[in-house]
């Protein structure tokens, strides 16, 4: 396997590069080096944007290239006190822009780039685009991960790659989430294993091919092509939908080691051995798909199960949402609206054992447990700002 320059000699920066291009063109941000030790991201960004420059290429609107964490990047490490892809929540972030004096870097990394987005906004021109650049510990094909807006799914739907549905209920935090609850597309990539080369290769084809799904840059249907069959090569699982149902966190301060060999995607048969938890040995007890081992020492999600949508539940999804049946949900037993938060239900789990999480997801929503007997769950449909992207060709 090749590998990657972890950035040796890179000169590490929070604006990769930003171009400024004719008006009435989108607005897309690429973001690389979330977590430090993915430098992939960042690599591809740089060579994209100077080959744009160096050949001159018309660009529309603007384009962004972001570095997430400066200083893990530097240090190449996955972050340096906390992750910084796990503490984006609304209240902690006027905090943190409140506060002078901050906990520790990650905290400081957020302020200063929460600031550059905020300028984005304000300033730039929609359709918006966020785009966040990742690689993973364990070998990978590459595949997109987003939370389960039929925006989201529609735009996504335009890559030839696997595509992971509601992340966001295990992933708490995440920078991506944040943005999406603003009501823009944003998605992850992930383009491979952090220190293969071929990560930095098949970011270069994303970034291409989203430029020029976007109109960001002229669509010349050859080269856009070219860039869909390299991305399409790369990726040796099936372009269809996958839902996460099961993620093994480790508990704080146990010692936690994946079994080698494992892979995104692998079927997995029953009573595999997948790792081994302060001497304690975790096998499947049943035949899984496992998604996303954890194969570097930062990090507390052990691995995930994932399997894939039916097609019918996805077309079944799109209909119920659409007609806004979700409305309906406050007149069952045992489900209400929250007096505080918009857009939130509340449930109770006494009462409604028998509705599984499956009837929320089919209706827009994302489910987190409060306590053992409440569920809160938030429309992932209401904030999406459908009305700036009917005009685009993917729509």
Request: glycine residues 6%.
């Amino acid at each position: 396997m090749q590998q990657v320059a972890k950035a040796e000699g890179m000169k590490v920066r929070r604006v990769i590069d930003h171009i400024q291009g004719e008006k009435n063109g989108p607005t897309v941000v690429f973001f690389g080096g979330i977590h430090g030790n993915e430098p992939a991201g960042v690599l591809a960004s740089e060579q994209v944007f100077e080959e744009i420059r160096e050949k001159k290429i018309p660009v529309f609107g603007n384009i962004y290239a972001l570095s997430g964490n400066l200083g893990a990047l530097e240090h190449k490490m996955r972050f340096q006190q906390e992750d910084f892809n796990r503490i984006w929540f609304p209240d902690r972030i006027q905090r943190i822009l409140a506060e002078e004096v901050l906990a520790h870097p990650e905290e400081q990394q957020l302020k200063e780039l929460f600031q550059i987005i905020e300028e984005i906004l304000e300033n730039g021109e929609p359709p918006f685009y966020f785009l966040d650049l990742h690689t993973t510990s364990s070998d990978t094909t590459p595949f997109m991960v987003l939370n389960d807006s039929l925006l989201n799914r529609n735009y996504a739907s335009n890559y030839p790659l696997p595509i992971i549905l509601g992340i966001e209920e295990y992933l708490h935090g995440a920078l991506l989430s944040y943005i999406n609850e603003l009501g823009y597309v944003s998605l992850g990539f992930e383009s491979g294993q952090h220190e293969d080369v071929k990560a930095v290769e098949t970011n270069i084809d994303f970034i291409w091919y989203s430029l020029m799904l976007t109109h960001s840059i002229p669509a010349d249907e050859k080269a856009k092509k070219l860039h869909y069959e390299s991305i399409f090569k790369a990726s040796s699982t099936s372009h269809r939908f996958y839902e996460i149902y099961h993620q093994h966190l480790i508990a704080p301060g146990h010692n936690f080691e994946m079994k080698p060999g494992f892979i995104n995607f692998q079927l997995v048969p029953k009573g595999t051995e997948l790792a081994l938890e302060n001497n304690t040995i975790l096998k499947t007890k049943h035949q899984r798909q496992i998604f996303m081992p954890l194969y570097q020492k930062q990090g507390n999600e052990g691995f995930y199960f994932v399997r894939p949508v039916p097609r019918f539940l996805l077309w079944l999804s799109k209909q119920l949402r659409q007609f806004k049946v979700d409305y309906l949900l406050a007149i069952l037993p045992g489900v209400k609206w929250d007096s505080k938060v918009k857009d939130t239900l509340v449930v109770d789990l006494r009462i409604t054992r028998f509705f599984a999480k499956k009837l929320f997801h089919l209706l827009g929503y994302r489910a987190r447990q409060v306590d053992k007997t409440h569920l809160r769950i938030k429309s992932r449909e209401r904030a999406s700002r459908t009305n700036d992207y009917v005009e685009t060709s993917w729509f």
